[in-house]
């Protein structure tokens, strides 16, 4: 393939959010052939783009690009796509990198692994400038007459779903499929599955250029898990399976089981209900993702499973043999799906490694059902990062390097918000205390 006139190469930050850089000519041309850096503050600043520690050394750190990566650019002609990752000391605290470590585990045990994302978001009738004037309060919803699955929604805002679609299409990303869903604004967006790199890049990339699209429309794209009084709940839920390696035979169904799933299911399952309250924070990493569960909400809060049911962490699809996978439903549609898919991976290969029996099957409330032996999710992201630096199974899965980095970036993103008075305080306390 000829190289393009024009590349842009980024890296994925802990918000998932895509850092890159634009090159053209010779520069694009020896970045490709590897002569290529990035700043390494990714992963040493905030949400707000405030570091954490000005006592550390910044500057340009080696990178290596991921030539596999390639997408074709969609708002330039003759211009393409690359991720990279860092080569240097940065590489152990990439969220990518994380879970490149555990489909290398999967592939060591003989596994490989299918993955895909499905999320619902918001349009919102709001620009970067109106959403400033009105200082982020009350923000007017896109397609407010939009019901859930509606045909009438469908053929009134097919222009913009086909439009969205089209970019999604040309950035090599398949959907199964794109529509309106719950509420003013709500698109729903299933992606197809692919391999797990591929899959978590896919919905990172789906995020970004979603994002690009609306505003190039006067429009705004959200994905915040709970965006307010009158918005719904934003979902960004992770379908897995394994298979054999050698002979692509998938693993998780048994024809022979009365309930039709494999021990090995069961023991992947197992795994990741067991670690799931405590290492939570990996697949619920901001303060606002926590908003989201709350009762009367979709959102699981227990870890729990069950057949076909959409209130529990786990939702288990047996219909057929070849669908057979698990989905895990606890992730919001901010969710880093780098780290929320390394998270499911590794904490089920560790099921399947010490042979964890499954926890019993929810009942009753399945929402606030907790197995025996288990604890509910955390309610708070610092509640989630004091789990996730105690647990000694996830230091050893994901990394001691990138656990604790990790932790104090979530506990600094807790402080921060903490700190702030909302509108809605100030309306319930200033008069009547």
């Not at 619902?120 to 200082?135: C, G, I, M, P, Q």
């Not at 429309?217 to 054999?244: K, N, P, V, Y």
């Not at 908003?291 to 979709?298: A, I």
Request: proline fraction near 6%; charge should be negative.
């Amino acid at each position: 393939m000829p190289p393009p006139r024009t590349v842009h190469i980024g890296i994925f930050d802990y918000d998932a959010s895509l850092r890159a850089r634009r090159l053209s000519g010779r520069h694009a041309e020896a970045a490709l052939a590897g002569d290529f850096a990035f700043p390494n503050v990714l992963y040493r600043w905030d949400t707000g783009e405030s570091v954490y520690d000005f006592t550390e050394q910044f500057g340009a750190e080696p990178c290596t690009v991921d030539r596999d990566s390639r997408r074709t650019y969609p708002f330039e002609a003759d211009a393409a796509l690359y991720i990279a990752d860092y080569a240097g000391p940065s590489q152990a605290l990439s969220p990518r990198e994380v879970l490149k470590r555990q489909i290398a585990r999967a592939g060591a045990l003989g596994f490989s692994v299918r993955s895909a994302f499905e999320c619902e978001f918001t349009v919102l009738n709001e620009t970067a400038e109106s959403l400033r004037e009105k200082h982020w309060e009350r923000p007017s919803a896109w397609a407010p007459d939009n019901r859930c699955w509606s045909a009438d929604s469908a053929g009134t805002y097919a222009e913009f779903v086909t439009g969205l679609e089209d970019v999604i299409a040309g950035l090599g990303i398949p959907l199964y499929g794109l529509g309106t869903e719950l509420g003013p604004g709500c698109i729903e967006a299933t992606l197809e599955a692919d391999t797990p790199l591929k899959s978590a890049d896919d919905y990172a990339l789906f995020r970004t250029f979603t994002q690009s699209h609306c505003r190039r429309r006067g429009l705004t794209a959200s994905f915040l898990a709970q965006l307010g009084e009158g918005f719904q709940g934003l979902s960004g839920h992770l379908h897995l399976s394994l298979a054999d390696r050698a002979t692509g035979r998938p693993l998780f169904p048994d024809a022979a089981s009365p309930d039709g799933m494999s021990q090995t299911m069961k023991h992947f399952m197992a795994g990741l209900l067991t670690l799931l309250p405590e290492c939570a924070a990996l697949c619920t990493h901001t303060v606002n993702a926590w908003r989201r569960m709350f009762p009367g909400n979709w959102a699981p809060r227990t870890p729990s499973w069950d057949f076909n049911n959409y209130g529990v962490a786990l939702r288990v699809v047996t219909a057929t043999p070849e669908i057979t996978r698990i989905e895990f439903r606890v992730p919001a549609a901010d969710t880093n799906p780098h780290l929320a898919l390394a998270l499911a991976l590794g904490a089920g290969l560790w099921g399947i490694e010490n042979k964890i029996e499954l926890p019993e099957r929810a009942t009753g409330d399945v929402r606030a059902f907790v197995p025996k032996g288990l604890r509910a999710l955390p309610r708070t992201l610092l509640e989630a990062a004091e789990r996730l630096e105690a647990c000694e199974p996830a230091r050893k899965i994901f990394g001691a390097a990138f656990l604790d980095h990790f932790v104090m970036t979530r506990k600094h993103e807790d402080a921060v918000l903490r700190r702030a008075v909302s509108a809605a305080e100030r309306a319930r306390y200033l008069e009547a205390i």
